[in-house]
């Protein structure tokens, strides 16, 4: 399975972003797709997971309320939508994916075998 994510870009504070998670060779609903985000020196940490075998979701906890994962079963993409962008958020957006037989912890590098290259987000002040 290939991932390709998009949609990153320079954005004002408290505007708002979607990333997409193009999957290829495989189909959405055979994984976990997570997203991910790494900023400058910091540790890549989970962001959000969906399966879309039941539409199940996940959110950090740190991060819920202005983050959406979402899937287009059809075309398989999964989506990250970003509300009220703030400057902490600048990072690096990955989506990556996981064996739904085996994943455990749902928000851990490790457990997800297949990832993208990645889409930089900037948030400016």
């Known amino acids: 399975v290939q991932l390709q994510a998009s949609g990153g870009g320079l954005v004002q504070a408290g505007g708002s972003l979607t990333l997409s998670c193009t999957i290829s060779g495989s189909r959405v609903d055979s994984w976990y797709i997570g997203w991910f985000r790494q900023a400058p020196g910091k540790e890549r940490e989970g962001v959000a997971w969906?399966?879309?075998?039941?539409?199940?979701?996940g959110y950090s906890d740190s991060l819920k309320g202005r983050f959406t994962i979402s899937v287009h079963d059809v075309e398989d993409i999964v989506y990250l939508q970003i509300k009220g962008l703030k400057p902490e958020d600048t990072a690096v957006y990955y989506c990556?994916?996981?064996?739904?037989?085996?994943?455990?912890?749902?928000?851990?590098?490790?457990?997800?075998?297949?990832w993208g290259q990645g889409t930089q987000v900037t948030v400016s002040s």
């Open positions: 990556a994916a996981a064996n739904p037989w085996t994943i455990v912890q749902k928000f851990e590098t490790y457990e997800y075998e297949y």
């Open positions: 969906i399966t879309s075998a039941d539409n199940t979701t």
